[in-house]
């Protein structure tokens, strides 16, 4: 065989080698491809919880009015939003009646902070009688001493210390009578015990005020506990306006 075509045969046998492994190559290509695209997809997934979509199939993040979740590992989603309070209620002084608020706050009516102390209609019998004069006392007052008044209001008509037969030293003295009432010790064993003892003493003067103190300015409208006292006295007297007024 000549020279020449020794060389083609191995010309050729080289060539279709070439071939085979360029063919091989590009049959690779294609399947490497596909994984690096299927783990790109399955990299994005592992961030559907923090964007609300799903995970393998899981739900969607179920979106509550609160901003915080706890995570629901049944479902493989996102975080479940908690349900939130709407932080909505009454409010003092926004001229609203709800629920048993009274409104407005610093009046005839309602305390200071919106608790009624007389209704309309103990009023109106206040006003048609001799009370008027006390009807409006705490009026007379203003920031904590108004208050101090309220208080005491509050506190009588609450606990209903001074109703029906009962009288409204009561709510001071308790069970005691007014000598020994005047007689014991301000704070322990044996001191006032009635239903209002500290706030009506808070309001005639202070902590410090003695027990006949309290008592010597028990209808003395200068002193907050005095004046709140002194309305209520003159609506337990009142024929007309006990019943009404609640006592």
């Known amino acids: 065989m000549s020279k020449l075509s020794v060389r083609s045969q191995k010309t050729m046998l080289l060539l279709s080698?070439?071939?085979?492994?360029?063919?091989?190559?590009?049959?690779?290509?294609?399947?490497?491809?596909?994984?690096?695209?299927?783990?790109?997809?399955?990299?994005?997934?592992?961030?559907?919880?923090?964007?609300?979509?799903?995970?393998?199939?899981?739900?969607a993040a179920k979106a509550g009015s609160s901003d915080g979740g706890v995570a629901d590992p049944s479902t493989g989603g996102a975080a479940l939003g908690g349900s939130a309070g709407s932080g909505d209620g009454p409010v003092c002084g926004d001229a609203t009646i709800e629920a048993v608020e009274c409104e407005p706050p610093g009046s005839a009516l309602c305390s200071d902070d919106c608790v009624e102390v007389a209704t309309s209609a103990c009023f109106d019998c206040e006003q048609a009688s001799a009370c008027y004069e006390f009807s409006e006392n705490c009026l007379a007052f203003a920031g904590g001493e108004q208050s101090g008044c309220y208080d005491v209001h509050e506190c009588v008509h609450?606990?209903?210390?001074?109703?029906?037969?009962k009288t409204l030293t009561s709510c001071f003295c308790g069970e005691l009578d007014t000598l020994a009432c005047i007689e014991a010790p301000n704070e322990g064993a044996g001191a006032p015990n009635g239903a209002c003892a500290e706030i009506i003493r808070l309001a005639m003067g202070g902590a410090d005020a003695t027990n006949s103190?309290?008592?010597?300015?028990?209808?003395?409208?200068?002193?907050?506990?005095?004046?709140?006292?002194?309305?209520?006295?003159?609506?337990?007297?009142?024929?007309?306006?006990?019943?009404?007024?609640?006592f």
């Open 17 to 59: 080698r070439g071939l085979a492994c360029t063919a091989l190559l590009m049959m690779c290509a294609p399947a490497c491809g596909d994984d690096r695209g299927t783990n790109g997809t399955g990299g994005s997934a592992g961030n559907a919880a923090q964007t609300g979509g799903s995970v393998n199939g899981g739900s």
């Open 158 to 165: 609450a606990t209903g210390c001074g109703d029906g037969e």
């Open 213 to 246: 103190q309290v008592l010597t300015r028990y209808l003395n409208i200068e002193y907050p506990g005095g004046a709140a006292i002194a309305r209520m006295n003159c609506d337990k007297l009142a024929p007309e306006c006990i019943e009404v007024c609640g």
